[in-house]
């Protein structure tokens, strides 16, 4: 096993370099790269999303804080940008020099990924802020998205998919499949924006928050009430996500364990005596969790990085999803590279701790054996 992981651990390292490549080639090709809207912004051309590049802490000003000394983005070169015709020459190479774009792509990725060994993710074009004091500074929240959610998806989905299995063809199974199928069709932040209309001051009630995940003056309350504050803000934005995320699980669970109990080992089992329950959840349970069990990694990594990114929104919550979304818009290279490398490296690490989840629940699998 000890070979197995160190095996796993050096894959990695090709892993990342190869998915860093892929999309620091891929931005060389996107337009509207930071120089483009600094341009656009001095011309009053900007438009949409990317108009509001001075957004965040830092503004949007030329060279604020040094931040654009960071070489450490892609992006094609303000001198392709029509947008730049008529502009002095010398001001637009100061520009490229500034963000670094001065430099050929391959010596740009070189320098970025030494720094990122170091874990040096350099600063926001647009924020004057270091990229790792972003990432810490929003993490909580979507930490706090990502772990409640999962966790109350698997608490439910899991006992109601067995007894679906169990009770199949019944009304009961029936009547909760009109549940997952709900589940299925509508998104999750069609169901944000109804506990928003019914419980958070929208045309009914106001029994909840709708911004934050703690109120004002949270640091001065006692511990108690802070659960309490954290968890009244965090009730909406979580049940959004599990009533858009269980129906998935619900039916994989179910489907592997009616998968299971036609078996051989199972038929044997009952003809030797055993309780419903011991074959169950003595025999059928472990290898129909398997599967399940593998879903773990993904389900939190989608949920943490990407899948709440409208939830955020709606919700007015400041985390990952939201902080990604608009690097992307705005073309905050620094950002956008430097949590790709971090996400990339936690799912990898964490993928790696789902296939040793495998063994706890099944000793039987030998990892060691395997190539990686």
Do not use: C
Request: charged share 15%.
């Amino acid at each position: 096993m000890l070979a197995y992981i160190v095996r796993r651990l050096l894959f990695i390292v090709p892993t990342l370099l190869g998915i860093m490549v892929v999309n620091f080639a891929v931005i060389q090709f996107a337009p509207g790269g930071p120089v483009e809207q600094i341009i656009a912004k001095l011309q009053g051309t900007a438009v949409g999303a990317t108009a509001r590049i001075g957004g965040g802490s830092g503004g949007g000003e030329i060279g604020a804080g040094g931040a654009p000394q960071n070489a450490g983005g892609g992006g094609a070169a303000a001198g392709r940008y029509r947008g730049a015709e008529g502009l002095d020459p010398a001001f637009i190479a100061k520009l490229n020099k500034m963000y670094g774009f001065d430099k050929p792509a391959p010596v740009r990725f070189l320098i970025m990924m030494r720094n990122y060994l170091r874990f040096d993710f350099g600063t926001s074009y647009f924020r004057d802020t270091k990229v790792i004091d972003l990432i810490v500074e929003k993490m909580p929240v979507s930490i706090s998205l990502g772990l409640w959610s999962t966790l109350i998806i698997y608490l439910i989905s899991i006992p109601l998919g067995i007894r679906k299995a169990v009770r199949d063809g019944s009304a009961f199974d029936i009547w909760t499949s009109v549940l997952v199928i709900i589940g299925y069709a509508v998104p999750g932040f069609l169901f944000a924006v109804a506990l928003v209309v019914l419980f958070a001051g929208g045309s009914f009630l106001h029994w909840f928050p709708l911004r934050g995940i703690v109120s004002e003056g949270w640091a001065g309350l006692d511990w108690s009430h802070k659960l309490l504050d954290y968890f009244w803000h965090m009730a909406l934005p979580v049940a959004a996500l599990v009533i858009g995320g269980f129906a998935n699980l619900t039916q994989l669970t179910k489907n592997s364990f009616l998968d299971e109990v036609n078996k051989l080992y199972v038929v044997t089992a009952r003809a030797k005596g055993l309780t419903e329950r011991r074959v169950l959840y003595g025999h059928v349970f472990r290898n129909a969790m398997l599967i399940v069990i593998a879903g773990i990694p993904g389900a939190f990594i989608g949920i943490l990085f990407t899948g709440a990114l409208l939830i955020e929104v709606i919700f007015s919550l400041d985390g990952m999803g939201l902080l990604g979304f608009q690097a992307a818009i705005t073309r905050d290279y620094p950002v956008i590279f430097g949590t790709l490398y971090i996400f990339t490296l936690i799912g990898l690490l964490t993928n790696l701790i789902g296939d040793l989840t495998y063994v706890l629940v099944d000793p039987r699998i030998d990892f060691a054996s395997r190539e990686v």
